[in-house]
């Protein structure tokens, strides 16, 4: 080869590595998407000679992917890979798509095709097991890790298992994994450093639980446990009743959900009673001196499709002049900028879970700087990311409000977290286990082995309904009474059509109804994604005739007042609203026995509650139907005891004395108190 040629390659190589260097830097700077989308053009300038190179290319579709242009860009992938089959790295991002879009099935054949299993290549074996560790097929990966070992022994393969399974918690194993080849290891190697950083985070740990209490256990989670166990000594000074509280709420987001309604209430609530001058002479409950809600999430991400309303409650809060901050939105501070003051915890708070980390990082600053007396923590995703925020704050009362059925019910909703969350903050003064129907107390108390009285049941406040109208309900309500002239009964349901609420079911059962008692009608308030699934049902069924599907309104009240019975038959929930805005009208109502659904009637007087929640039996259910519509006709003096109960239970007045109860402890409590002093078993026998 001629010199100059040679240096003209050598050149093209030396361009070609640049043109990686400063995309690989693009990307790496591009996580937001306004950020990358202005990237792009750079890139793509960048770029153009070398547009046959395996590298540019796959930075160039990262950086699209990252801008959010996600039009073709599956096509794109497969196109790429096609083209380059043996680049693992291509391989690894293509089955990492299909592992984020929930096709796992097809990222292991994918890994399958282009790094078999059958080969008798080491340092493919080696590549396949990092691929299946990279898509979070552990089981796989751990597998062929451990059959690399045994065959060869190889120090690479050792140290690069004992990384991974440090990253996903496992410290025993990763410590074991290494322990072998420690001493062979190149001092000031990287290799060395994580052999060290094991042995000391695996004596420190050591002193904390047992050995083999950690093998098999996600250090994360022993570290968020022992992170808040540090405080299971803590004091909590006595609170004055005369001595305002300034109280935080704190919700993942702002959403049309059940739990985001109580809370934009409560806090209202909150709000006028801290505005007002009013206050009775030796009042025991405490008075609020101001409230604020914390979310974690009001507004969509930049470039996110729009979602179901984030902000929902947002302009009501805003109109009863609540301050309301976006977590997300604040900077993180490290801990190491954070007044933790003790090595050990400091050092536990550096491996914790990453919603927990969130919140330490986010939250505890804000609480810090605001010093709440009072920090209320709904749903058991803000209770993961806000728990130790609060401790590390300081904050001397603590919510943890539950708003259903725990999650090891709702399997879709678990994390392997929350037991060890709870049963640790158990130990800590100053917590407050809340749930909103003693059925959800009583399982989430059974679930983690702790006593049924330290939970308080605070009830759901429904404000009275007004019956009035809009011109578009009472339209809606008079072409259905022409089409149904000869109706003599109206079985209404107040529900959104998703699949917790089983919309289907409730068309079913109206069809089975309808065949033993023909004159009644049908209507449903309320819309969403089963919309078209239960217009086409109804149609299969022939019973569109005699339902009529109003979707939202604002005048619920109304579509109440025509009925003669409410039917609810979801598989999910917490306390339900609708059975408690039908109960303030008088109307009685037939249910699922889901979450605390009993709770808001008085069985066979204003409601009925269905044997099974999973497998509903409809002639059980038109049984109970049509024995709440004829006794309670007419019949006024069973209906103002509905409204009566209704009224003293779930009232917003209620609420808030239950809450305001819960907000400062009075006086020390004594080992063998139980929490008992502001009395959680009588509030759940209201």
Known sequence: MNAPLAAEQENDASDLESVHAQLDEIVAASGRVQVAQGNLARAQALARDHQADPKVRFLLLRLKELAGLNEGMSEQWEALLRDYPDDLLIVRHCASRLVKDRHVDDALSLIDRHVPDSTDNAALLFARAKLLSDIRAHEQSDELFRRLLARDNDRNVRVEFAKRLRKRGLLAEAYETIQSVAGQLVAGSKAAELASALARDYAFYRDLEPGEEIAGKDIKIVSMKHAILHFRDRKIAPQSPEKPVSVALVTGSLGPGGAERQLTRLAGELRRMADSEEREPGAMIVKPEKVEVLVKQHTEPSGAAKKQGLDFFLPVLAK??????????????????????????????????????????????????????????????????????????????????????????????????????????????????????????????????????????????????????????????????????????????????????????????????????????????????????????????????????????????????????????????GLPNVLIEAQLLGVPVVSTPAGGAGECFVEEVTGHLLSDVDHPDLNEACEKIASMVDLARENEELKEHSRRRARELFSLEAMLEKFLALCAPFMPMSENDERIDIGPMRLMEA
Request: aromatic share 10%; net charge neutral; hydrophobic share 40%.
């Open 320 to 573: 009863a002049k609540i301050p309301v901050t976006e977590i997300n939105r604040l900077p993180p501070v490290s801990v190491a900028h954070q007044p933790v003051g003790d090595s050990g915890l400091a050092r536990l708070l550096e491996h914790l879970p990453p919603p927990v980390h969130y919140g330490v990082t986010r939250l505890a600053p804000i609480l810090r700087a605001n010093a709440f007396d009072v920090v209320s923590l709904w749903q058991d995703g803000t209770c993961l990311f806000g728990a130790l925020a609060a401790l590390l704050a300081g904050v001397p009362t603590i919510h943890l409000v539950f708003r259903g059925l725990p999650p090891n019910i709702r399997k879709d909703r678990y994390r392997a977290e929350y037991p060890e969350l709870y049963q640790a903050l158990a130990e800590v003064p100053g917590v407050y286990f809340v749930s909103n129907s003693r059925t959800a107390a009583e399982a989430y108390a059974e679930w983690l082995g702790i006593p049924i009285v330290r939970f308080h049941v605070l009830y759901n406040g429904v404000p009275d309904l007004t019956t009035g109208s809009s011109p578009a309900d009472e339209k809606k309500w008079r072409e259905f009474q022409a089409r149904t002239a000869d109706a003599t009964e109206t079985i209404g349901g107040v529900f959104r059509l998703e699949p917790d609420k089983r919309p289907q079911l409730y068309v079913k059962l109206a069809a089975q109804y309808l065949k033993q008692r023909p004159q009644a009608r049908f209507f449903i308030v309320g819309d969403g994604r089963l919309q078209e699934n239960v217009t086409a049902l109804a149609e299969e069924l022939r019973v569109m005739d005699r339902l009529l599907l109003v979707g939202l309104s604002n005048h619920v009240g109304y579509w109440y007042s025509q009925m003669d019975a409410s039917v609810l038959l979801s598989r999910y929930e």
